[in-house]
């Protein structure tokens, strides 16, 4: 399929190089308001091979590593399957910045705010009704974040969201130091320390403070893999329960194979995401068929 490739889209004046999006869209689809916009938020990994007696050394690195450049194939791959996509970047914690929780919630909410105004129409032709999010890993936990607080982080923006996908996500931040202190260097940096405000259970979808959730609250899809070699299933099962307690609309796949990035590349993963945003569409159409007659 031929496809126009926008890359570096600044969603925020004075953006930085993080604060950019690339835009995937096909030459020949017929687009308008009502078609499926897939957003793709990272997580982080970062790997470095250094010759330390011989060693390879990685490093799990949520909200302080990860690049939207390295995931192409899946912008590439989702357009190709019929739907415009948005691969978006948001800055990241490092040890040369005092950048912490929530400025990487702040941006990527800002990039899908860019997403359905009118200056997206620039690039995609239309301006996008419905998205759906894609979050990895720290973006999981960035996405569950943003649509559970919906009101707070996106405003009349988030009945544009009509579905979320959840991917080997982080949803208990202090359930995963629990289960892998070793990560406990990544989330300081992101969030600081714990402390009497008890940011690391702010900050965790889990743990997100409900009474019920609306009606317009998105169709859910949480994946895990049981080869996931650096996060247990059990947070994405825990939060597939919250979300159905709660009165959320939510399926949960844990038969899909792949490690905690290689899932991505598979298209078994591909086809479970894109049955999904299918499904939850030809739903609302026949709503919107009903309110119609």
């Known amino acids: 399929?031929?496809?126009?490739?926008?890359?570096?889209?600044?969603?925020?004046?004075?953006?930085?190089?993080?604060?950019?999006?690339?835009?995937?869209?096909?030459?020949?689809?017929?687009?308008?308001?009502?078609?499926?916009?897939?957003?793709?938020?990272?997580?982080?990994?970062?790997?470095?091979?250094?010759?330390?007696?011989?060693?390879?050394?990685?490093?799990?690195?949520a909200w302080r590593t990860g690049d939207r450049n390295e995931y192409e194939f899946l912008g590439k791959s989702l357009t190709n399957s019929?739907?415009?996509?948005?691969?978006?970047?948001?800055?990241?914690?490092?040890?040369?910045?005092?950048?912490?929780?929530?400025?990487h919630l702040e941006d990527v909410a800002t990039a899908i705010r860019f997403l359905v105004s009118k200056e997206i129409e620039v690039y995609f032709g239309f301006v996008p009704e419905r998205l759906y999010l894609i979050g990895h890993s720290a973006g999981a936990q960035i996405t569950g974040i943003l649509v559970l607080q919906s009101q707070k982080w996106l405003g009349d923006v988030s009945d544009c969201i009509k579905g979320v996908i959840g991917v080997e996500g982080i949803y208990d931040i202090p359930g995963m130091i629990t289960d892998y202190p070793s990560y406990r260097e990544f989330v300081e940096l992101a969030f600081g320390p714990q402390d009497q405000n008890n940011v690391w259970e702010a900050a965790s979808p889990l743990y997100c403070e409900l009474d019920r959730l609306d009606s317009n609250f998105p169709a859910y899809l949480i994946i895990h893999s049981l080869e996931d070699e650096l996060l247990k299933p059990d947070p994405s099962v825990q939060f597939f329960?919250?979300?159905?307690?709660?009165?959320?609309?939510?399926?949960?796949?844990?038969?899909?194979?792949?490690?905690?990035?290689?899932?991505?590349k598979t298209k078994i993963f591909l086809d479970c995401c894109l049955d999904f945003v299918r499904g939850v569409e030809f739903g609302l159409q026949r709503q919107e068929k009903k309110f119609e007659k």
Not at 46 to 60: A, E, G, N, R, Y
Not at 241 to 263: M, P, S
């Open 1 to 61: 399929m031929d496809l126009i490739i926008t890359k570096n889209v600044p969603y925020i004046a004075h953006a930085t190089q993080q604060q950019q999006l690339d835009l995937y869209i096909s030459r020949n689809s017929k687009l308008s308001s009502k078609i499926p916009v897939l957003v793709y938020i990272h997580g982080g990994f970062m790997t470095s091979k250094q010759v330390i007696i011989k060693l390879t050394i990685k490093i799990l690195g």
């Open 241 to 264: 329960n919250f979300i159905q307690k709660f009165g959320g609309l939510a399926v949960i796949n844990t038969e899909l194979c792949g490690n905690h990035f290689g899932i991505l």
């Open 82 to 103: 019929g739907f415009p996509t948005a691969v978006i970047g948001y800055r990241l914690s490092s040890n040369f910045n005092n950048l912490r929780h929530p400025s």
